[in-house]
């Protein structure tokens, strides 16, 4: 292993529209120098990424990198507070006892069984979805495909009107973009404001008549049996919302992409459908939704792969960076959908693991069943190169839109 470097990367450098194109050339050349990297974040807050296989890992485990924002530095706590009220406690930014908790409510929609149970339905907006699609012979996949069928999946799940997509689809966009200018902290606080309404006038309306929904049962939590905060309510509902559909909108597009440019793997699948399970999680690797973990910090002095990181130092994973790591996988700038013991950690790993993992797969293989089987034309409608990609410096790996013709 390289000796631990001590240049700072500066914090920009994630942020670039080189590194948003192609993050993982960038991430080859860093991993020649070592597989942890300080970043030069703003106000002198320590910071690092991790862009190995093995050592991000480890990290997602490590009970000395905690999840709750009372271990961040007190401006990155006002920062996330402000910018995100409504995701600022959550699940995905608690420690145990509260996330064992929080998680624990919300645990039984997810279960193998119950998502299994929502397969005919997911088929039947997958097919109505295809039949618009191919009655006019060429889409946008992702605006008429990847995201109306989780987003109305989700929102079904949750009891949350699929008419109001149109707005949860900016909230989202929102809420997982990077502030970094005084207008664009004004718009957050605008879309924040928004998505507090919007979920009190839901809760407001469940408490008054409660339905078999999620939201009721949360609501019932809250209410009647004590176990969970009104902040926590919205943020949880939140967090739901965005997280229930934003990883599958992209590991439709991400994957769908991947194939179109790669026809022998295109081909091969078609051939072979009993490699769907497998192309996957083969897509999760090469190409996947989330490009960084959400932050985490340091509650003591420690180091990760020999590089020092100080109490309250702020720790990324990339789980993009450890899906290529040459020491984890064979070949790994190769896709390859036959491709075995993927062990990729595009979902995470341990206790923060993603809850909706199975549905998400359940989508993303009901999804690619179908439109391989239903439009054996499929091809991309401009230059492979000219497909662009989401370049605002946030955790997601998304484009911006995907045309296609069939």
């Not at 989780?150 to 949750?158: Q, S």
């Not at 934003?246 to 295109?266: C, D, K, R, S, Y």
């Not at 960084?292 to 910090?297: L, P, S, Y």
């Amino acid at each position: 292993m390289p000796e631990p470097t001590t240049e700072r990367l500066p914090f920009e450098f994630m942020l670039s529209p080189e590194f948003g194109r192609d993050p993982y050339t960038e991430y080859g050349r860093l991993r020649e120098r070592g597989p942890v990297h300080a970043i030069d974040f703003p106000r002198g807050v320590t910071a690092f990424v991790v862009i190995d296989h093995e050592h991000g890992r480890q990290a997602l485990t490590d009970p000395r990198l905690a999840k709750g924002l009372g271990h961040a530095p007190g401006f990155f706590q006002d920062a996330v507070v402000r910018g995100n009220p409504a995701l600022a406690r959550n699940m995905l930014n608690s420690d145990p006892p509260d996330h064992t908790r929080l998680r624990r409510l919300v645990a039984g929609a997810f279960t193998a069984r119950r998502t299994a149970s929502l397969a005919p339905r997911i088929q039947e907006i997958t097919d109505r979805l295809v039949d618009t699609m191919e009655a006019a012979g060429e889409a946008d996949l992702l605006d008429d495909f990847a995201f109306p069928l989780p987003i109305t999946v989700i929102c079904e799940l949750l009891g949350v009107p699929s008419a109001d997509r149109a707005d949860f689809r900016e909230w989202s966009a929102s809420l997982i973009t990077p502030a970094f200018t005084e207008e664009a902290a004004r718009q957050r606080d605008a879309v924040n404001a928004a998505v507090r309404a919007y979920f009190a006038g839901l809760i407001d309306e469940r408490r008054r008549a409660p339905r078999d929904d999620m939201i009721s049962a949360l609501v019932t939590a809250r209410d009647e049996e004590g176990l969970l905060s009104e902040q926590e309510l919205l943020a949880t509902l939140t967090l739901l919302l965005i997280a229930g559909h934003e990883t599958t909108v992209n590991l439709i597009g991400n994957g769908m992409l991947a194939l179109l440019t790669h026809p022998a793997q295109l081909g091969l699948l078609r051939e072979r459908p009993e490699l769907l399970p497998g192309a996957i999680e083969e897509f999760l690797r090469y190409e996947g939704p989330v490009e960084r973990a959400t932050f985490r910090f340091a509650t003591e002095d420690m180091e990760i792969a020999g590089v020092p990181v100080p109490k309250g130092g702020v720790v990324h994973v990339s789980l993009g960076a450890a899906g290529r790591d040459p020491a984890a996988f064979d070949d790994p700038d190769t896709l390859d959908v036959t491709r075995t013991g993927n062990h990729h950690l595009a979902f995470g790993h341990g206790i923060h693991f993603c809850l909706g993992a199975p549905l998400a797969r359940l989508e993303a293989r009901i999804a690619f069943e179908t439109l391989l089987s239903r439009l054996p034309g499929i091809r991309l409608a401009c230059p492979a190169e000219d497909v662009a990609w989401r370049l605002n410096g946030s955790l997601i790996r998304g484009l911006q839109a995907l045309p296609v013709r069939f």
